[in-house]
């Protein structure tokens, strides 16, 4: 970890510049440390601004092992294998103009470059410019600091894919659009930019698509650029405000007027800084391991950044937005770049706890985008597209309001929740016209009739399908219930149990299963893909959240239970990857961590720690929570064990450091781990304090002696959002050895639809 990526903290400095954001930056196609990117942004930012030193187009803009930057562009990126679109780059350069890539990119080093939420600085070694960018939602502000020269010169980059740049020397100023995407938007998608300079320009000259320069002001094509010149003295400043829409230029303009306007460089960095420190100010960590605070609030800092706001604010204050679905500007809320595969299980239920406004803003964006696209998103960026499996949608929307999320219309979300458990017709094509098929239930019909998606019928990843379809009715038979209709809850209650008919009593793991009742054969529990979404049986076995106790029936009781738990982590690290054609990068992450199956790279396992608290083993959760923090993250440029995925790698982390889980979508419930620090201080939506204090606690001492809240003994394996929301004191007492009487019993084991109490 380089002192330039996170600097020595002093003890008045901001909770914010704890957070690095260069963890998991030290990734690439083959092996992922998070797969993230410097995102200089506010909390979800329309836009962020990251350094680039990958190639044209690659979804790796910025690695850490990388020598050199070729630009600081505007990116919308939610992941490298999702991609970018609009985007476009500032570069500054001094001497002979360069302006492909690879040839401009200048040498750097970490040492001289700093990475922060609210601001990046950087040293372009070859051209002796200092380049700096602070942003705001919408809009950004770079500062270039120059040497002595008479060829300084400013590059705006409006990269392949479509684009256009005007130059206005009177207004200093540069405009145009750019229309790169990776899919999900209308024909008529454009990204409208302005860019201000402070003083003029000595000249001023485009590029065209084979980088010919000329002194036209203005070009349009498949790939061009502008670059403005000017003499300098040595240490001369050259300002830019930049800002952009995906509405108009006129809206581009007026979002600079309302962002940035006259302030300085130093006042909009100071203002960025000020709204991620409000956030982070709401949970104060006080812990002697400094190691430790560090990663929780890098995960935080990432935590926060999706899904990203897809809305501007029109000519009246008035909420607006385009369309990534049918390329109109409607009134109201919209949100995009988040996978609900992952982002369903932790991000969201921590948006309930902590953001229920925010979280009914993004509700209701998911009408908008059910109203102008006739389905629910599964994974938009920026419109649908087709990735990934299941109807997670379900669960955050029945999660979010069962514990009391309110701004939005949920008898039509419910009427979409619906459709999508009822229908695969009419859904959405691409720009290719084909179905996207991640979207609503492939195989539903299968589903509804056989309780099962089929293995036989060419449906890919169907035993995953089947269980995440399951967890997803037991969503919508909660949000039915609570609606009042009462044979809706009883039919998807009743369809929440299909997780039984994949459960193979011979073998012990869930299983794909043909259309006639018989097993898939061969069956490998090991096998990645096939009947499972990037896993094996040894990881979807345990995607029961909603009947935890069903599956311990199942499986033949407590004893086990745990010792199939167990297992996971002490069995070798095989797979078989036939299905891929290649080791992924993702069972590399499993195999490489000494943890034997247990997968925590990726999503579907990363539950499972907490199921110990359903069989009376609570003691085994404290140990492996731990276990995992310790050895599987750090703030460093490898802090992550495997994609971080929008905010849901960091949200098992920033719940499991306060000492609790949410496994169950749309219950209000969240299971006990081990709570990393000795005293964190949340500050709740209302206003009221909850704090949480871990005596004794310390790296040897990960095992719960006690637990109290607001000074009455706690005998439970959960804990309740309704009450942790109402504030107090939550109090843990820990030790070096298990108390197996802690929260042992069943009636401590937290909600499942198999338990008596739930019935």
């Known amino acids: 970890m380089t002192g330039a990526a996170i600097a020595q903290t002093a003890p008045d400095e901001a909770l914010v510049d704890l957070a690095n954001p260069l963890m998991g930056t030290d990734s690439s196609y083959t092996l992922s440390y998070g797969n993230t990117y410097p995102a200089v942004a506010v909390p979800f930012g329309m836009n962020f601004w990251t350094p680039v030193t990958g190639k044209l187009g690659s979804g790796w803009g910025y690695t850490y092992d990388a020598e050199k930057i070729n630009g600081i562009k505007q990116t919308h990126q939610p992941s490298p294998w999702m991609n970018d679109y609009g985007a476009f780059a500032l570069f500054a350069e001094t001497g002979p103009l360069k302006l492909k890539q690879e040839e401009r990119a200048s040498w750097y080093s970490h040492k001289a470059e700093e990475a922060r939420p609210y601001k990046y600085k950087v040293y372009l070694a070859d051209y002796d410019v200092t380049a700096e960018v602070a942003p705001t939602d919408r809009a950004a502000q770079f500062r270039f600091t120059f040497p002595k020269s008479d060829d300084a010169h400013i590059i705006l980059d409006g990269y392949d894919g479509g684009s256009m740049v005007t130059i206005d020397p009177a207004r200093r100023r540069i405009t145009g659009y750019v229309r790169n995407n990776s899919g999900g938007v209308p024909k008529n998608f454009r990204n409208y930019f302005v860019a201000q300079f402070d003083r003029d320009f000595t000249v001023s000259r485009t590029w065209d698509d084979n980088y010919q320069l000329a002194a036209d002001l203005s070009r349009e094509g498949g790939h061009v650029g502008a670059v403005v010149s000017f003499k300098t003295r040595d240490g001369e400043q050259v300002g830019v405000k930049v800002a952009s829409s995906f509405i108009s230029l006129e809206q581009a303009e007026r979002n600079l007027t309302s962002e940035v306007g006259k302030d300085s460089f130093e006042a909009t960095e100071a203002k960025a800084k000020a709204i991620w420190e409000k956030e982070f100010a709401r949970i104060q960590v006080s812990d002697p391991d400094l190691d430790n605070r560090r990663t929780f609030y890098s995960a935080l800092y990432r935590m926060l950044l999706f899904p990203r706001r897809f809305y501007e604010f029109d000519a009246k204050g008035q909420v607006v937005h385009y369309s990534p679905y049918d390329g109109q500007v409607h009134p109201g809320y919209m949100f995009t770049d988040n996978g609900f595969w992952d982002t369903w299980r932790a991000v969201f239920p921590w948006f309930a706890l902590m953001y229920p406004e925010l979280d009914g803003q993004i509700m209701q964006g998911l009408v908008n985008t059910y109203k102008e696209s006739g389905w629910l998103p599964e994974w938009a960026s920026p419109g649908h597209r ?361 009636a401590s084991a937290p909600f499942s639809m198999s338990a008596p109490a739930a019935k």
């Not at 209302?686 to 001492?701: F, H, Q, R």
């Open 386 to 746: 087709d990735v990934m499996i299941g109807s997670n949608s379900a669960s955050l929307i029945a999660d979010a309001y069962i514990n009391g999320v309110r701004g939005f219309d949920v008898e039509t979300l419910y009427e979409a929740m619906v459709k999508n458990a009822t229908t695969s017709e009419g859904r959405p094509k691409d720009e290719r016209g084909e179905v996207v098929h991640a979207v609503g239930r492939e195989g539903v019909e299968y589903y509804n009739r056989l309780g099962y998606v089929p293995y036989d019928v060419g449906i890919k990843e169907n035993a995953a399908r089947t269980l995440e379809y399951a967890t997803a009715d037991f969503a919508i038979s909660r949000l039915a219930e609570a609606l009042g209709k009462t044979e809706d809850a009883k039919l998807y209650a009743s369809r929440a149990q299909n997780y039984r008919k994949l459960y193979d009593a011979q073998s012990g793991w869930m299983r794909g299963r043909n259309q006639d009742g018989s097993w898939a054969t061969p069956f490998n529990p090991f096998k990645w893909g096939d009947a499972f979404t990037e896993g094996n049986s040894t990881h979807y076995s345990w995607s029961v959240m909603q009947d935890v106790q069903g599956l311990i029936d199942l499986m033949g009781g407590d004893k086990p239970f745990v010792d199939r738990l167990d297992s996971i982590f002490t069995m070798p690290p095989v797979f078989d990857e036939s299905y891929y054609g290649q080791v992924i990068h993702e069972i590399r992450e499993m195999q490489i961590v000494n943890m034997g199956q247990y997968a925590h790279g990726n999503q579907p396992i990363q539950h499972m720690i907490y199921l110990y608290d359903w069989a009376g083993a609570p003691w085994k959760a404290q140990y492996h929570v731990r276990d995992v923090m310790r050895r599987l993250y750090s703030a460093a440029p490898d802090g992550y064990p495997g994609d971080e995925d929008n905010g849901q790698t960091s949200a098992w982390y920033v719940f499991s450091a306060l000492g609790f889980y949410p496994v169950t979508p749309a219950v209000g419930q969240y299971a006990i781990g081990s709570p990393l620090f000795r005293s964190v201080r949340l500050t709740m939506p209302g206003g009221k304090v909850l704090t949480i204090e871990a005596e004794n606690n310390g790296a040897k001492n990960v095992y719960i002696q006690s637990v109290s809240f607001n000074g009455k003994a706690h005998d439970k394996a959960w804990l309740d959002r309704a009450a942790l929301q109402q504030g107090g004191t939550l109090r843990f007492v820990m030790g070096p050895t298990p108390n197996r009487q802690w929260a042992s019993g069943k």
